[in-house]
């Protein structure tokens, strides 16, 4: 543990900023050299800083500025029968759906994480090799897809 986090941590300061707490570079997560590597470079750059809650609103705010192809086309439909109205508020309230279940989404997995590493032990070993399986199997879908292409073209 680092010397400068405690067991009980207050992410608010009392100038209503946000406390990064230090990672623990020793720690069990960061074992191997790629997320070590991750982990100095944000200490590095975040070391005696202080986020505060409206660069996580602006920081969550220009996330969503991302175009969503969906919301374009409904936007867009809306325009083209003259309701730029009714498209903004489908936007709108599809966005809100859109939050809520990102936010529900990422509660269920940190909490599932958590029982899952008290209920079993490997589950560490498991989650920082999950990586490399999936890239087995993206390489093996590539290579079906690839095989399955070249018999349609030579079969033609």
Request: glycine share 8%.
């Amino acid at each position: 543990m680092c010397p400068s986090s405690t067991s009980a941590i207050n992410p608010f300061t009392t100038q209503g900023a946000l406390a990064l707490p230090r990672i623990d570079l020793r720690s069990e997560e960061y074992q191997d050299a790629h997320a070590r590597a991750h982990a100095s470079d944000i200490q590095r750059r975040f070391a005696n800083r202080k986020v505060t809650t409206g660069q996580i609103v602006l920081f969550g705010l220009t996330g969503g500025l991302i175009p969503c192809p969906a919301a374009i086309t409904v936007l867009l439909l809306c325009i083209q029968m003259k309701a730029l109205s009714l498209g903004a508020l489908l936007v709108f309230c599809f966005s809100i759906g859109l939050a809520l279940t990102l936010v529900t989404v990422g509660v269920v997995a940190a909490m599932s994480m958590r029982q899952a590493t008290k209920r079993w032990s490997g589950f560490n070993t498991l989650a920082q090799r999950a990586p490399w399986f999936s890239s087995a199997l993206i390489a093996l879908v590539g290579i079906y897809m690839g095989i399955h292409g070249w018999m349609g073209i030579a079969g033609s």
